[in-house]
């Protein structure tokens, strides 16, 4: 039962009463909207209809039924999107077994109860793309989900949003045995020693595998094509390790590559043109500003950290200036949290962007909002405030690039996922309710294990279970 006190908590039934009594039209009044793709306008409102965003400006009218959302002196910003993520999927992050473990979904283990969605809901995130570890060559099938929390896992999932594969270089997958423990990351008991064990073998891992794609498409095109002329063959035995390889041959899905050095970079990008494919994006990608032009030129986007580095070796030739500086090299450039704690203040990781590379307010903003929006295919629907988009949202009390701000409220399609005031409002009841269960819980106990308020352990009071647990991982 890991962190079962958290399941107790007011945070986990607050959203779904705000949701379920939000209207349908509501009239936000008086903010200044910093729309990142249109500019900003003081004293700005926005009126939302049936989850879309129908009008924009100084002097909107007000529908009879609209409920109104007094934001003066507030700041209202598109809601915040994550291009890497792995939330919503503890314990089922890397098949660590394989190499090319293309074959697993991770939209199969969405668990849309963790609390994580409802802490990044609380840091203005509406979007996170959810992505496997970094175990194999060519990890699983990713997932685009809008955090509704209090909604199944299969109604979390971003209608419309191309699906993408996750790969990695480096020292994760030539990692022998890829143990228990490491980067945080890594799940399951440790593993027998597994080809590859370098970064050559890495590349030829990716490259084998599309090559037998291709083999594989070239099958199933020449059936389709005696169907169509009327014979009745056999069809080609169906691999689901090589089904969604053919799809991101024929662009029906996005590659999301976690790389750090520059030489692989140019060593991806070099199969992919070899193998006629795109890398969507190149994730971590911490020398990316050595390789920006050729970033560029392939085609693809880098969604980095804004200052991440020196956790291990590869990872030691970063530079605070690698966001503005893509940036200025023509790469789409985003954001991104990799950690369930960082994704709950995006905003003031692009705040540093800034600060270490001079870039402007709307080009910090874009990095959280538009720019992932456009890397994982869904720019047309969210990542910006405008007509006719849905109404991802996020109202701030203060400007969203200070370290004071805090969300106010955030809506995802128009629905009220998170309201401060109400959140702090229930806290006490919720308080109490939890203190009667763990009552509850303590006397059904047996002997000797029962915990006191202090919560450490009546037959040891020194201990403190959570630092056993601490040291036992």
């Known amino acids: 039962m890991k962190n079962r006190g958290w399941f107790l908590t007011p945070i986990l039934v607050l959203p779904l009463t705000v949701m379920a009594a939000q209207p349908e039209t509501i009239l936000i009044r008086n903010a200044t909207v910093m729309t990142v793709t249109k500019g900003t306008i003081q004293n700005g409102s926005v009126l939302v209809q049936n989850g879309k965003i129908a009008a924009i400006g100084k002097n909107v009218s007000a529908p009879a039924d609209a409920t109104i959302v007094d934001a003066t002196a507030k700041f209202l910003i598109p809601g915040i999107i994550d291009c890497h993520s792995h939330t919503a999927i503890e314990g089922s992050v890397n098949e660590g077994t394989v190499s090319d473990s293309s074959m697993v979904d991770i939209k199969d283990v969405l668990n849309p109860t963790d609390i994580n969605i409802y802490r990044a809901l609380a840091g203005g995130l509406t979007v996170s793309n959810v992505l ?114 053919v799809e991101v041959l024929e662009g029906k899905r996005y590659v999301h590559a976690h790389c750090y050095r520059a030489d692989e970079i140019l060593m991806l990008i070099r199969v992919a043109d070899e193998m006629g494919f795109k890398i969507r994006t190149f994730q971590h990608v911490l020398e990316g500003y050595k390789v920006a032009k050729e970033i560029a030129a392939h085609g693809g986007s880098a969604s980095t950290f804004s200052d991440w580095w020196s956790y291990k070796i590869e990872a030691y030739d970063a530079s605070p200036y690698n966001a503005a500086i893509m940036t200025k090299k023509g790469v789409v450039v985003s954001l991104n949290s990799d950690s369930d704690e960082l994704q709950r203040h995006l905003n003031l990781e692009a705040a540093k962007t800034m600060r270490y590379g001079g870039l402007s307010e709307d080009e910090a903003l874009a990095m959280v909002t538009i720019n992932p929006a456009k890397q994982l295919g869904i720019d047309d629907k969210v990542g910006s405030i405008e007509v006719g988009k849905s109404a991802d949202m996020v109202l701030f009390d203060k400007h969203p690039l200070s370290n004071f701000s805090k969300p106010q409220k955030v809506w995802i399609d128009g629905h009220e996922y998170f309201d401060r005031e109400k959140d702090i409002e229930t806290r006490p009841e919720f308080e109490k309710k939890k203190k009667a269960l763990e009552d509850k819980e303590a006397a059904a106990a047996p002997q000797g294990r029962r915990r006191n308020g202090s919560g450490t352990s009546e037959a040891n009071p020194t201990v403190d279970p959570k630092q056993n647990r601490e040291e036992g991982k």
Do not use: C
């Open 132 to 245: 496997h570890g970094s175990a194999n060559a060519i990890g699983g099938q990713t997932v685009v989900i809008k955090l509704r929390w209090g909604k199944t896992a299969q109604e979390m999932l971003f209608e419309g949003a191309t699906p993408g594969i996750k790969f990695a270089l480096g020292e994760n997958p030539k990692r022998q045995g890829y143990p228990t423990q490491g980067f945080g990351l890594n799940q399951g008991a440790a593993q027998e020693r597994r080809y590859p064990g370098t970064r050559l073998g890495v590349e030829e891992v990716i490259r084998q595998s599309f090559t037998e794609a291709k083999m594989y498409q070239a099958e199933w095109k020449a059936y389709n094509e005696k169907v169509a002329r009327g014979e009745h063959p056999i069809p080609p035995r169906k691999d689901l390790r090589l089904e969604p390889l």
